[in-house]
């Protein structure tokens, strides 16, 4: 068995919706919990005249990355913003991005959502369904990619205590 910061030693890590609450706690947790990540990789929009760098410079500096910034002072240069739009064709990546993306990333964390229960159907629908489908997209161009899901079917749900390692996949017997 091998320990999740193990798993992730060496590992490029791309982010969606890294500005995001969950990609912000996501972001923090996976580089205190595992220095060893090669670097994180997050797609951000440029917003209220800011561009992304601007973005992740500001979003570091709050006080969730006061802990991390105590433990590991040169976090920030495992951070690397990509400019993207999610609802874009080709998600608005460079075909350079594009290149980069799919030569060197691991893991794919698509965070990427809206939750506004008022939000207009056709927006709703290009970020959380069309943009899912195009980070897929791209995923499946990665020559390192490995596919994590929290799909029920393949969580160890089985077990009375689930601990922080990765765990050999399920057999799978019969059809579903």
């Known amino acids: 068995m091998v320990t999740i910061p193990e798993y992730y030693e060496g ?10 609450f969950m ?7 996976l580089l205190r919990s595992c220095p060893g990540v090669k670097a994180a990789y997050v797609l951000v929009r440029p917003k209220a005249g800011q561009v992304p760098n601007v973005r992740i410079a500001d979003m570091i500096n709050c006080k969730l990355f006061d802990r991390l910034r105590e433990e590991q002072p040169d976090f920030a240069e495992k951070i690397v913003a990509v400019n993207s739009d999610l609802t874009q064709p080709d998600l ?10 799919v030569g060197c990333i691991n893991i794919v964390f698509h965070c990427a ?7 207009p159907l056709k927006d709703a629908m290009q970020l959380n369904v069309l943009a899912t489908q195009k980070m897929l997209n791209l995923a499946h161009r990665m020559k390192h990619f490995w596919c994590l899901s929290t799909c029920p079917r393949l969580c160890p749900c089985d ?9 050999p996949p399920p057999s799978i017997t019969g059809s579903s």
């Open 11 to 20: 590992k490029n890590v791309l982010i969606t919706g890294a500005t995001g």
């Open 23 to 29: 990609g912000k706690v996501l972001l923090e947790k």
């Open 92 to 101: 608005d990546l460079s075909i350079e991005d594009q290149e980069t993306l």
């Open 113 to 119: 959502a809206t939750i506004r229960f008022n939000e």
């Open 159 to 167: 077990r009375e205590l689930i601990e922080e390692v990765v765990y």
